[in-house]
C-alpha cells in the first residue's frame, strides 16, 4: 500500500509564506515525478508546479517568481514553497506522485488528502 501525506496548510494573510509538504510511504519501488496541484470549489483541479526523478522542475505560469517546489535528497518527499500569497491562491492542494509500487505492475498515479490553504487580503 502506498500513502502520500500533506501537511503545511493554513491560513495566512495576504504576503505571507507557506512551506507545504507531502511525504511518500509504503510498498514503493520507485518514485517518478512529483506534483502539487490545487483545487478551488466547483473548479477543476490544475497543476502548480512537478519535479521530475532526476529534479527537472516545471511551473505553472500563474506561480512562476512565488512558488518554487523541491524534493529530498530520498526523493520521496516534496516540498512546495509559497510565497508572497494572494487572496487567488486560496485552495485545496493536493500532492501527487507518479510510483511503481512492489505489489503492481507498471505505473500508477497516487493522491494525497489534500491541505488548505486560505489567504486572507
Known amino acids: 500500500q502506498v500513502q502520500l501525506v500533506e501537511s503545511g496548510g493554513d491560513l495566512v494573510q495576504a504576503g505571507g509564506s507557506l512551506r507545504l509538504s507531502c511525504v511518500a510511504s509504503?510498498?514503493?519501488?520507485?518514485?517518478?515525478?512529483m506534483a502539487w496541484y490545487r483545487q478551488v470549489p466547483e473548479k477543476q483541479r490544475t497543476l502548480v508546479a512537478r519535479?521530475?526523478?532526476?529534479?527537472?522542475?516545471s511551473l505553472a505560469d500563474s506561480v512562476k517568481g512565488r512558488f518554487t517546489i523541491s524534493r529530498d535528497s530520498a526523493g520521496n518527499t516534496v516540498y512546495l514553497q509559497i510565497n508572497n500569497l494572494t487572496p487567488e491562491d486560496t485552495a485545496v492542494y493536493y500532492c501527487?506522485?507518479?510510483?511503481?509500487?512492489?505489489?503492481?505492475?507498471?505505473?500508477?498515479?497516487?493522491w494525497g488528502q489534500g491541505t488548505q490553504v486560505t489567504v486572507s487580503s
Open positions: 519535479v521530475s526523478r532526476g529534479g527537472s522542475v
Open positions: 509504503g510498498s514503493i519501488r520507485i518514485i517518478n515525478a
Open positions: 501527487n506522485a507518479n510510483i511503481i509500487p512492489w505489489s503492481l505492475g507498471g505505473t500508477h498515479d497516487y
